[in-house]
């Protein structure tokens, strides 16, 4: 039972990176449909940084220059360029898969075994992890996983208590005073989905040094979109996020251990399949949606 | 010529090269001669009958995944989930032909499989519609979703009911051969399933052009608040595009299984449904557009592949190719209006001036 709810809190994390990422970039008005394509080339960027350097930080910033890069493409044709986000995102997912399994080849070749790097390692924290039960689900985690400890309270504390805060969330639902206040829309918007980027790439990257410690073309399987999911279902706040994430990380622990514990009482498939059913059941019963008015439209001026 | 239409045609072609030039300078990381890699791939598809008539096979599914794209796109919905409807037609394809066997001379029988595919993708379509029309829910998500339950459905049939005899590979034993769709050209494996696409991509264009439901969901993509004051309900609307989308996403289960294959296996064509997606983009959501569309995309396919086995440059190249496609078309949508506002512009100056 506490290794199942420390495999969730673990399984989580990436989720909640994403997440994030995404409540920041789409309180500023501007849906990251690309996330899939970030997840993956940051997982990518994280094995290739952490492989050919033999060290995991260093894996980690390859993969938030990666993110960024992807981004900042997104970022260009969707917010200077005013095109479409879900064709943009769409387009490029599609690249990202591509250049991922293309990358590998550059990088590596065709290696007979697969190369693996030694994943992030937990780090008990002193005299916390010595406390029942919670010590080792919170407190034996790895440093990304800490990390959400931090981002979780910051961004609801950035979004809600600050004028920065304040600036990104009339970026999507009045630009029109930012732009009358003095301050580009455009920029904000921009600044977001870089965040956004380095925030995506991160999430990805924990799937292959994080966790895994190996890169596959299919690594991220969706998990970009559930993010994504995750955003609408938390309604946008970083705290409905995090319930968001846990209830996610759970469902895919839960998924990890029925299928690894041998148990046959039902198909494996429905447990593989169980966090995209929960998106589906949650989407539909989520009743009052607080969308950011100006979500997926581009700022145009008034001439 | 009409400008923005010489502007449509123009700004494509020259978005195509780009991204084909785009991806072939990869090649240089892997210190490959692009010049000479691409010469190999147009030459290689204008090789012999058999290749030439492949583009014609890889472009069939494809003018279907689009159209199931484009056709909800036209309602302002969007359909993210062909994949997955595809997954769901090839399944209930693979499970009818099974079924039947030598049961049913050819013609009823490939029939028979058609409906079955295209009312289970249809239906499988249509709960997206449906939880749209019934709960306003985020159709986006909902049909991304769907994919992946949709992949995990197969996936139990074929590690169960429809588990080939021998039970030793995750896939179905091979259909009679009198399900199979009958070949069109001889010596190549171009079958009937092709001319199926056409047509109902000819049938698409009708029905949004030239019939009541297609103006009703043209309007309701347009104009929404519009579409409710002059009684047209939208959650019908939702529900019929959404099965209509599904079931032809569907029948580009059956042209792979019954066409290509005569078989199911696991995790076959994973990217169909998002290269629809790129399809619709590249042709507008113009159903007309969307057959030439898919035959290019068909034919990077094919060069992509023999381009691959002939200089060791691996197969991802052509995701990289349709992908570099696709976001030049997307700029050239800028450009496009880019252009088309200056006209305006212009125009509007010379009145003035008058």
Known sequence: MINLLSRALLMSTPLLFGAIAEVFAERAGVMITAIEGIFLLGALGGFVGAYLSGNLYLGLLLAIFTGMAVAAVYGWITVYLKQHQIVTGTAISILAAGLSSYFMRVFFGTPILPLTVEPLKAIPLPLLSQIPVLGPIFFTQNILTYAIYGIVPLSWFILYRTSLGLTIRSAGENPEAVDVAGIKVDRIRFAMVLLAGAMGGIAGAFYSIGFLGMFTTNIIGGRGWIAFAICFLGNWNPLGVLVGTLVFGLAEALAIYMQSSGTMLLPNELFIALPYILTIVLTISRKSFNVPAKLGIPYRKEN | ?354
């Open chain 2, 1 to 354: 010529m009409n400008a923005n239409l010489r502007d449509l045609f123009l700004s494509t072609f020259f978005a195509v090269v780009l991204g084909i030039v785009a991806s072939a300078s990869l090649l240089l990381f892997l210190g490959k001669n692009p010049i000479a890699a691409y010469t190999l791939l147009a030459t290689s598809i204008i090789r012999d009958s058999y290749t030439i008539a492949d583009i014609f096979v890889k472009a069939t599914p494809l003018i279907l995944t689009g159209l199931a794209f484009a056709l909800p796109f036209k309602a302002s919905l969007f359909n993210i989930g062909a994949q997955g409807q595809f997954y769901i037609g090839a399944l209930a394809a693979s499970a009818v032909s099974l079924a039947l066997g030598e049961r049913l001379p050819g013609l009823p029988g490939i029939l028979l499989v058609i409906v079955a595919a295209m009312v289970a993708g249809g239906l499988w379509g249509a709960f997206i519609g449906w939880v749209k029309a019934k709960f306003n829910s985020n159709e986006f998500l909902i049909s991304m979703m769907s994919t992946y339950v949709a992949l995990a459905v197969m996936n139990y049939f074929l590690r169960t009911a429809l588990m080939e005899a021998k039970h030793e590979y995750p896939q179905t034993d091979t259909f009679a051969p009198r399900l199979w769709l009958p070949t069109i050209f001889e010596g190549t494996r171009l079958h009937a399933g092709f001319i199926l696409a056409v047509l109902f991509a000819l049938f698409t264009w009708v029905l949004l052009y030239r019939t009541d439901l297609g103006y009703r969901i043209r309007v309701v993509g347009h104009n929404p608040t519009a579409a409710r004051l002059s009684g047209i309900e939208a959650s019908r609307i939702y529900i019929s595009t959404f099965f209509l989308a599904g079931a032809l996403a569907a029948l580009a289960g059956v042209t792979e299984t019954n066409g290509v294959q005569h078989m199911l296996v696991q995790g076959f064509n994973p990217t169909l449904g998002a290269e629809g997606i790129g399809i619709a983009i590249l042709a507008n959501a113009n159903p007309i557009g969307i057959i030439f569309a898919a035959i290019l995309f068909g034919a990077l396919k094919v060069g992509g592949n023999v381009m691959g086995q002939m200089s060791g440059i691996p197969a991802s190249i052509i995701e990289i190719m349709e992908g570099f496609v696709m976001i030049f078309v997307i700029l050239s949508y800028f450009v496009r209006n880019f252009l088309a506002t200056r006209r305006a512009k212009r125009v509007l100056q010379k009145s003035l001036a008058v």
